[in-house]
T-cell receptor, first 113, second 114 residues
Framework: EDQVTQSPEALRLQEGESSSLNCSYT??????LFWYRQDPGKGPEFLFT???AGEEKEKERLKATLTKKESFLHITAPKPEDSATYLC??????????????FGRGTSLIVHP | NAGVTQTPKFQVLKTGQSMTLQCAQD?????MYWYRQDPGMGLRLIYY???????DKGEVPNGYNVSRLNKREFSLRLESAAPSQTSVYFC?????????????FGNGTRLTVT
C-alpha cells in the first residue's frame, strides 16, 4: 500500500534560520510528487511538482528536491510569512488508470521574528 | 478567477440531520475530489469523480454520497450526520487526463455535528 510520511510534525524556527522538511514515500510507479502550502482556514495551495529523482524546483526561499525514496523542502532564511502547514502528496498509477493523490499528514512550520 | 468555490463555509448540524455540501470549479477540469481533514490525520479522500458521469469511492466513503451534477459541479451529501463526521471538508479539481497534475482546492466547509 502506498504511504507518504512527513517529518517533523511541527517545526519552530527563528527568522533567518534555514532548515528542511522531509517527505518519504513508498509507491510503485510514481507519476509525480507535489508540495502544497496550507494557511489556517484555507485550502492547500500548490507549490511544486517533481517528477524524477534528481529534479529540483525553486520558488523564493523554498527549494524542493527529489530522490527515489524521499523529497526535501528546503527553506532558506525563512521569514514569519513562511509560517504555514506544508503538505506532501504523491500520485501513482492506480487500477483503472485513475491517478489518485495520497497526502502526508503535513509539517506545521512556525517562524518567529 | 474564482477557481474552486465551496458552500457553505460553516455549518452546524444535529445528529441525524442531512445536508449537501456544494462545490463548483471554473477551470474546465474533468476530475474532482472530496477530502476531509482532521487534526493529526491529514487529508483523506472520501469520493472522487474522474470525469463527468463517473464517481468512485475513496479511502473513507461510509456515511457519504456524491453527485457529479455536470462538469463544473460535484456535491457531497450527508444523509444522517454523525458526530464522527465533524471535520473540515475540501473539494478539489485537477486537469483532465494528466496523471501528474496538481490539485486545486477550495477553502473548505467547516462542519460540526452535535
Amino acid at each position: 500500500e502506498d504511504q507518504v510520511t512527513q517529518s517533523p510534525e511541527a517545526l519552530r524556527l527563528q527568522e533567518g534560520e534555514s532548515s528542511s522538511l522531509n517527505c518519504s514515500y513508498t509507491v510503485s510507479g510514481l507519476r509525480g510528487l507535489f508540495w502544497y502550502r496550507q494557511d489556517p482556514g484555507k485550502g492547500p495551495e500548490f507549490l511544486f511538482t517533481l517528477y524524477s529523482a534528481g529534479e529540483e524546483k525553486e520558488k523564493e526561499r523554498l527549494k524542493a528536491t527529489l530522490t527515489k525514496k524521499e523529497s526535501f523542502l528546503h527553506i532558506t532564511a525563512p521569514k514569519p510569512e513562511d509560517s504555514a502547514t506544508y503538505l506532501c502528496a504523491v500520485q501513482a498509477v492506480e487500477a483503472g488508470g485513475s491517478y489518485i493523490p495520497t497526502f502526508g499528514r503535513g509539517t506545521s512550520l512556525i517562524v518567529h521574528p | 478567477n474564482a477557481g474552486v468555490t465551496q458552500t457553505p463555509k460553516f455549518q452546524v448540524l444535529k445528529t441525524g440531520q442531512s445536508m449537501t455540501l456544494q462545490c463548483a470549479q471554473d477551470m474546465n477540469h474533468n476530475s474532482m475530489y472530496w477530502y476531509r481533514q482532521d487534526p493529526g490525520m491529514g487529508l483523506r479522500l472520501i469520493y472522487y469523480s474522474a470525469s463527468e458521469g463517473t464517481t468512485d469511492k475513496g479511502e473513507v466513503p461510509n456515511g457519504y454520497n456524491v453527485s457529479r451534477l455536470n462538469k463544473r459541479e460535484f456535491s457531497l451529501r450527508l444523509e444522517s450526520a454523525a458526530p464522527s463526521q465533524t471535520s473540515v471538508y475540501f473539494c478539489a479539481s485537477s486537469e483532465p487526463g494528466v496523471g501528474n497534475s496538481p490539485l486545486h482546492f477550495g477553502n473548505g466547509t467547516r462542519l460540526t455535528v452535535t
